[in-house]
């Protein structure tokens, strides 16, 4: 296995990996979800977060997704984890195996090739996921050399997602529910133990006959494990999110933004005032069904010790979410909900 404490030198310029190139947009005037957009540009500005909270309480009162925009990050810091990403699954399967993931322990960092889940009777997926864990000793994974060679612009790209992104979104979460402003921020500190992880996702294009087949399918409608998720921006028109009256609707991927969707965790720590709403990714319109869909996503879950209790707020109170209900998770840590989900 590789040695943790060594890293190829010297890192690789940006020539030395080809720029990935995006598919065009779909010509198809799909039915997209209604989301709000925030402005994190706002965050610093004299009473700009509370502004941001109030937007944010509006537009979750009915679907746990909304999109953010001047996030911190430029579109060529963006375009190159698509390309690390890309260079990833490139890798001869064989390669790839060296860093399989202990799926079968309930692990899930490192990589997961094609084929391991059942989509519906008789058709498994065509997905590979290359999962990085936060770079914290604990956590620390052997990694194929271009993750090594790469580290360092992959690890600031993560912390600035988890400081600059996720820790503006929690405050307002708090400020929504009138708590103190770093209340979720003390149980997501990027240096103590939590399964929060950076993925490089790719969807392999299947044939009209394996569409026909798999109805459509490429992942079955689910919500997920953690706090929240941040989806970058990718042109592939195929995540659907499923609204409160059973429909789904398209999510839009709008330049220079980046998807949220609320998860599990948020969901029980609020008994379900934050919802962590269902979705799925379907095969993409006509126009994009001959290319592979690459995603880039960051999952954020809290620290693994936290008890998934809900959390003591006048707001939940005043809103009738203050009694645990039958599906709360309360005796359950965040790192036990990860491993007991199937």
């Known amino acids: 296995m590789a040695d943790l404490t060594q890293f190829p030198a010297p890192t690789p310029t940006e020539s030395d990996i080809p720029t990935y190139n995006q598919a065009p947009e779909t010509a198809f005037d799909l039915d997209w979800a209604d989301l709000a957009t925030l402005d994190l540009a706002l965050f610093d500005q004299p009473g700009g977060k509370e502004q941001l909270a109030k937007q944010l309480f509006e537009a979750i009162q009915n679907i746990g997704f909304f999109y953010i925009t001047n996030f911190g990050l430029s579109q060529e810091e963006v375009d190159r984890q698509f390309s690390i990403g890309e260079e990833i699954f490139k890798l001869p399967i064989e390669e790839k195996l060296k860093f399989r993931a202990e799926l079968e322990k309930g692990g899930y960092n490192g990589y997961k090739p094609i084929g391991l889940q059942e989509i519906i009777p ?57 708590l103190p402003e770093d209340y979720f921020l003390k149980v997501h500190r990027y240096n103590e133990r939590s399964d929060c992880h950076l993925r490089y996702m790719k969807y392999h294009r299947r044939t009209e006959e394996e569409n026909e087949k798999a109805e459509g399918i490429w992942i079955k409608g689910h919500t997920d494990f953690g706090s929240l998720t941040l989806l970058f921006r990718q042109p592939i028109a195929a995540l659907q999110v499923r609204t409160p009256d059973g429909e789904w609707k398209w999510v839009k991927p709008y330049p220079e933004s980046i998807t949220v969707n609320l998860a599990d965790s948020l969901d029980f720590l609020t008994n379900g005032f934050l919802k962590s709403s269902i979705h799925r990714v379907v095969a993409p319109p006509p126009d994009q069904r001959n290319v592979d869909r690459l995603g880039v996503l960051y999952f954020v879950r809290p620290e693994d010790n936290l008890e998934l209790r809900p959390v003591v707020s006048e707001v939940l109170r005043r809103l009738g979410y203050d009694q645990t209900s039958e599906n709360s998770a309360v005796g359950i840590t965040a790192g036990e909900w990860v491993k007991a989900r199937p």
């Open 122 to 178: 008789g058709v498994r997926d065509k997905t590979e996921i290359y999962n990085i864990p936060k770079f914290i000793p604990a956590l620390e994974l052997p990694q194929p050399d271009i993750v090594n060679y790469n580290r360092p612009v992959i690890e600031s790209f993560t912390r600035h997602i988890h400081d600059r992104i996720v820790g503006k979104l929690l405050t307002l979460f708090a400020i929504i529910l009138e």
